[in-house]
């Protein structure tokens, strides 16, 4: 199981405090050291001093036997410090001199001696003094152990490294219970983010009295509750829709066949019938295939077979392919502009009747709708306008949501199943485009742009030649008929 996140910063703390400690008590440590071996030298050379002094003193055999018995005096039982004199009259003579490895020498006569047996080293000053008197030449040595400082040393090594043990330890309980309060707050998010559920979608984090660096995760999570409840919403009235729709062709279908077994039928009375029931079949596909394409564009699908094709020539065959519910809503439809790019044609026309579609559903008897073609930088834009009433932004931002319904009523439901939109904008994201709808002075304007291949050849244009007020005159009737040979929308 991984750690928790208050323990981990407590041993985090820890080992930072324990290196602290060990940094600081081995400076100390070594400061210590150098103060001890300072004050042993100073001590050394007080008693070389005094034994000096006596040495020096000794002129005759008296004075020397004198000196010889202040010096036993001045040397401690415990041996800690010695002292010797040597000199090549054997009556002269005091002590032993230490007998030992040197370790180290220093300037002025000093060295550090290991000493035979109990190996201890030894401190050492040694000072040639001149003839005196009946004196001879000597040489004076004192020696001080090294062991009080050993003791010394190895107590406060000891000591300390207890003392940072306990330091450490000190800081990682300390340092645990400081972090579990200081993340008091993160284990309330997540109890708040564990009470979001199904049931409960409104559920929020409570970001009252949060940290910054909390507040900021807080507000994103919320956020992302925010747009997960809008599409699981969006999501519950599509499955709500495409019931609904579903649903209702199943119910005549089995409705008109359930009447059609009642009795004996004629010939034309069950033609009637299965024809009746094919349209409800056709229905029924056409959700069906529309689900499945958004299915794919969901997984990121790219359009294929791509031509280059003069974008106005495919707006006016579309325009034609729905020259029926022009006519039949009382509307007239043109088309402006034009440039060239690679489109698949299927996809392109079934945009473009969507949103033909949508405008013819929108507006009044008698208005126009306006389809521009224009290009913008590396993308061409394809807007279809009609008057109609205006639109709120809120609406406008979710228009082409795949589960949006701007009318929750369905008045409409026999004519469109609520993907139309959402198809254009996968059609969009199929070449490279994005959607947009706009709402100004009584028009409303939705569209979407496909990625511009190069600029247009001359051959381009001389299939798509603008006619009067700026429309765009084809050949309608070969359009027509490939429109309704690859079905076209």
């Not at 180290?104 to 201890?120: C, F, K, Q």
């Amino acid at each position: 199981m991984n750690p928790s996140i208050a323990r981990r910063l407590a041993l985090m703390f820890a080992l930072v405090a324990l290196s602290v400690f060990t940094l600081v008590g081995s400076g100390l440590f070594f400061v210590l050291r150098s103060q001890l071996e300072h004050h042993l030298r100073e001590s050394l050379d007080g008693r070389m001093e005094i034994a000096k002094i006596i040495v020096s003193h000794s002129t005759t055999p008296e004075k020397w036997k004198m000196a010889r018995e202040k010096l036993t005096d001045m040397t401690p039982r415990d041996g800690t410090t010695t002292y010797s004199v040597s000199s090549d009259d054997p009556s002269f003579r005091y002590g032993h001199p230490v007998d030992g490895q040197v370790i180290t020498n220093w300037p002025d006569n000093y060295a550090r001696v290991r000493a035979a047996g109990d190996g201890h080293d030894m401190l050492t000053s040694t000072l040639k003094l001149p003839a005196n008197g009946v004196r001879p030449p000597v040489e004076l040595q004192v020696a001080t152990s090294y062991s009080p400082n050993v003791r010394t040393m190895r107590a406060f090594g000891l000591a300390l490294a207890a003392l940072s043990a306990v330091g450490s330890l000190v800081v990682l309980l300390l340092s645990y219970s400081v972090t579990r309060i200081g993340l008091a707050p993160l284990r309330r998010l997540t109890k708040d983010a564990s009470e979001v559920s199904p049931n409960n979608r409104s559920q929020r984090l409570n970001t009252t009295s949060l940290p910054h660096e909390l507040n900021d995760l807080a507000n994103s999570f919320n956020g992302a509750l925010e747009r997960l409840d809008a599409a699981y919403g969006r999501l519950e009235s599509f499955n709500a829709d495409v019931a609904h729709e579903l649903r209702t062709p199943v119910t005549i279908l089995i409705g008109q066949t359930e009447v059609a077994l009642t009795r004996n039928r004629s010939v034309e009375d069950l033609r009637h019938t299965l024809q009746s029931n094919l349209e409800e079949f056709e229905r029924m596909r056409t959700i069906i295939n529309d689900m499945l394409f958004l299915a794919r564009a969901d997984q990121g699908e790219r359009a294929t077979e791509l031509v280059e094709v003069s974008l106005a020539a495919e707006v006016a065959r579309t325009l034609e392919f729905l020259d029926i519910p022009l006519e039949e809503a009382r509307v007239r439809a043109v088309s402006h502009g034009d440039a060239a790019s690679l489109v698949n044609r299927s996809l392109f026309g079934r945009a473009c009747t969507n949103l033909v579609m949508n405008a013819i559903q929108h507006c009044a008897r008698g208005a126009t709708i306006t389809v521009n073609i224009a290009r913008e930088a590396d993308h061409v834009r394809i807007a279809v306008a009609n008057p109609g009433d205006p639109i709120d932004q809120p609406v406008r931002d979710h228009l082409f949501d795949r589960f949006f319904r701007a009318e929750v009523s369905r008045t409409n439901s026999r004519e469109n199943h609520g993907l139309g939109l959402a198809i254009v904008k996968a059609v969009a994201e199929m070449h490279g485009g994005t959607v947009f709808a706009s709402s100004a002075a009584g028009v409303n304007t939705f569209g979407f742009s496909v990625a511009l291949s190069r600029p247009d050849t001359p051959g381009m244009r001389a299939s798509a030649k603008p006619g009067v007020d700026g429309r765009v005159s084809v050949d309608l009737a070969s359009a027509n008929r490939n429109a309704r040979s690859e079905g076209a929308g």
